[in-house]
């Protein structure tokens, strides 16, 4: 069965037009154009087809979050038919700073322990939500050493590479600090997983969402460049940062999304990991 017969079967009407849309680590995207208006089909026909989890992660953030999401109509494993939502991922300073007001508005959505209800992705990759009382505990092993011991057993990275990040891990505590209470992160925010029109953010895509740090959000974003001086400016103003992330803790988280890309992608994240842990004296 086609795709606009899949879409069909579960909508009980067929796309006129299907068109390929830009899309994550995880399947095929395609936008379905009817008359009077679009959807958007994501598509994983693969054996380790997960989309259920990304379609609960943009249910959860639309029932308990402001962060605008797409609606999701239909979800499986194999097929996630949601809301097209117009935007670009291009942003001028008003869009930026209603980024940071989203994203501080979500950096108030809390949980007693960092994890979460059930195990999530970041791209392709299982991400592993234990509920955990420490913070520290928690980045070290459900976040560096998980995807350390990963790269390793693809053969993305070398041993000595996993043993630096070990030791890293053995003195974390002296390098980040636990959070007032965790707090849900999006987890993804790059800048194809936004979109904007104008300026304003009109949703957030893809998302891994736990509970951990929001200073774990903010690094990811820095390290891929997604927003600039008017995002961190205008959440500063809504939500403080303790002294000294600039000079030390945003080293440490974004060893997280390097670590995995290292784990998706290999090459040059490997050196630029080994770099990382070099600043930070490892």
């Not at 030791?167 to 790059?190: F, N, Q, S």
């Not at 940062?241 to 030390?248: D, H, I, N, R, S």
Request: glycine content about 8%; charged content about 20%; some cysteine.
């Amino acid at each position: 069965m086609g795709l606009a017969e899949r879409i069909a079967a579960v909508l009980n009407r067929e796309p006129p037009t299907l068109r390929s849309l830009h899309g994550g680590m995880i399947g095929e995207v395609y936008r379905a154009d009817w008359p009077n208006g679009s959807l958007v089909a994501k598509v994983d026909d693969s054996a380790q087809a997960k989309l259920d989890t990304e379609g609960m992660m943009l249910r959860y953030l639309a029932e308990r979050t402001p962060l605008p999401v797409p609606a999701v109509y239909h979800v499986s494993p194999a097929l996630l038919i949601m809301e097209f939502i117009p935007g670009r991922s291009r942003f001028n300073a008003a869009s930026q700073r209603h980024a940071a007001e989203i994203l501080a508005g979500l950096h108030q959505v809390h949980a007693p322990a960092c994890g979460f209800e059930q195990d999530t992705l970041i791209g392709a990759l299982d991400q592993p939500n234990p509920w955990t009382s420490s913070w520290i505990e928690f980045f070290a092993e459900q976040r560096l050493l998980h995807l350390a011991r990963l790269g390793v057993a693809w053969g993305r990275m070398p041993v000595d590479l996993l043993r630096r990040v070990e030791a890293l891990c053995g003195e974390l505590d002296r390098l980040i600090d636990e959070p007032e209470r965790p707090t849900l992160v999006h987890g993804d925010v790059w800048a194809s997983n936004v979109l904007a029109d104008g300026d304003r953010i009109t949703a957030f895509l893809d998302p891994a969402i736990y509970y951990g740090h929001p200073e774990v959000e903010l690094a990811y974003i820095f390290l891929f460049h997604t927003f600039g001086d008017p995002f961190i400016r205008r959440y500063e103003e809504l939500h403080p940062l303790v002294p000294g992330f600039f000079e030390t803790r945003i080293h440490v988280y974004q060893l997280y999304p390097l670590l995995s890309h290292v784990c998706h992608f290999g090459g040059g994240y490997v050196q630029q990991t080994a770099y990382t842990l070099e600043r930070l004296g490892y």
